[in-house]
């Protein structure tokens, strides 16, 4: 006998699903593979009833299932759900457009447009009372969208940072556990396949800029666009500063934090910080990536795991398939207001220590900064870690300065 | 403008509390402070229109709301969710039939009605098309039931494993970092708060085994009774262990666990465990919360935040009642099958390494277990760290000796 009773009408949700690469085949895998789980959570028997990709796929157990043409999706009154897994801007915005437009909702790992469109593509899912998910455009497999937005829709939260990029804390830990260089570090994180041919994306922090975005968004309610999400990537951090920072017992973290301010406003940037053994962050390694939400509620929550893979992004795609089904009708839409300049404040009026390697020896520093931890010098100057004070204050410090080295502590 | 363009039909949500206790006044207290995000995430206004209390509460700001007689809320149709915060089994468990019988439904944080009586519950809330969800029951403020049934849904999950309980937690983190003997600990809990005058349900484990059973019926589908859970709490904790354990760099946690046996069976255990430095929940401490979920598709997930308290706890009762609006009508309940001791797998076949105080020394233990990590030795006798096997081997080797302490050690 089941304990759940009964159930409500009896269906069968028709998907589709666009672009067969990493993420695309990885849903239509585990659809597959763990169907009576899935129709379980869902309630109804989740199917998918078409692929698009340009490529041919002939020798795929799923072949029977490609079509080349959106518009057999789009017209297909059956299909009640559209997975976007193209990627980029372009065709992935024109067929998510047309397919919410055409009653149908859209769930997307695609975080440059969700990032960039996502306000506007909430705006339409809402109009024709359908949803636009993408659990699986932060986080990877950690579920952090929906705990935001569900789990803590009474907290009211005052900050969100986490390290939202696999590839980049991957060649980080290396650096630090095996005294890699970073180029090195980088060559392998690309021989594992954990980098991309191209890795700028990832590198100068674009990538992370644009999940801290879409955090922003859902956690405080209004558009954070990514030009005004001031962005810093890895492509600095020096070994030197890996040995100073590891004396402090301290680690280096590529990180994306967003800030309520005390007038309204939302302070959001990306850049790597300095984590002391105190922070919940210092132990998330390799791939991983971990997020921390501090509310005035729960306080804070942590959340950790894969942050990208096949399956963990998939599953993160299937947990808002079957989402779309509960929340239709309900008004329950995720959505938050659309927003401009106005809205940003400035990161660099938060308080914090920093680390600083400059160009300067201990006794200056000390006249400058007032009280400080020394790391330790080399021949281009001392690192030290200073006070609390706020990033206008260092920079003043620093005027006249040639500081090779600053970044932000968190504790 | 906002982006989720217009909402479904519009409706308010009226909620009666039954127990204006810790965690009852939080609800309405958070519903009041957090209207506008709450009404923001759930789609309409929700409002608290009774108080059931056995007490007056004259000076009290909801004084107008408060209610004696259950039969009030039964039977007033505007009430769609009651908040169960009474606690206990007996009087909370008749209102919580009666409401949901009523077409209400009902959310709780009462750990031990739904360990004992939840798939009952569930089934006259399926059979009434309404719900019981009880997010709160477990982890306090950490979103984890919602994660496991939702985001991790095409996850097929192989292990859950967590502290669970802050109290205990409190306490094992006092004795490590303070070298506090469990007494001296206990009492620094009851002052502050931490601890009830009572503290038995939590020393004894009674309270991490009920949490260990909801997560394990919700994870693995079926009903996993407290009685079959193996419990064993942390009153024999000692000095001399906590001691020991240190040297290896390595912490003593009262976990609660659930792995899936490779014959189908489910293996439910409470007992204190040794953590090393490589386990993510080594660092959680105080009265924090941590959770482990292993699955197929998305690996280790983590989740981490106060696992009690006033507020935290409000916030998950919050999302609950959210989520009654969006899963009515859906036939996606919560929920899992009855069984019996048939399902229930023996946890002494899992194997692990083992931390062991035993009447022995070093050499006879070497003798007996092979290689050994030899971490002390005192009167007693010597503590070490055995290779891997399962428990009964390890039982069998102990076999006529005088074992003090034998804990599982988790990596």
Known sequence: MRCRGHKGMIQMINVAVMGYGTVGSGVVELLHVNHDRIARSAGDSVRVKYILDVRDFEDSPYAGLFVKDFAVIENDPEVSVVVETIGGVGVAQEFTRRALAAGKSVVTSNKELVSEHGCELLKIAGEHNVCYLFEASVGGGV????????????????????????????????????????DKALGEAQEKGYAERDPSADINGVDTCRKTCILADIAFGRNIAPKYVRTEGIANVSAIDVEHVSTAGASIKLIGRTVRMPDGTIASYTAPHVLTSENLLVNVEGVFNGIVVRGDATGETMFYGKGAGKLPTATAVIADIIETGKTIGTGAFLGWSEAGEEVIGDPDLLESRWYIRANMDFDEAAVRFGQITMLGCDENGAAFITGSMTGIRCAELLEDIEAITVYRVLE
């Open 143 to 182: 579920p952090i969208l929906h705990p935001i937005s569900a789990c803590l829709a009474a907290d009211d939260i005052d900050e969100i940072y986490g390290i939202l990029n696999g590839t980049t804390n991957y060649i980080l830990t290396n650096m630090f556990k095996n005294g890699a260089t970073f």
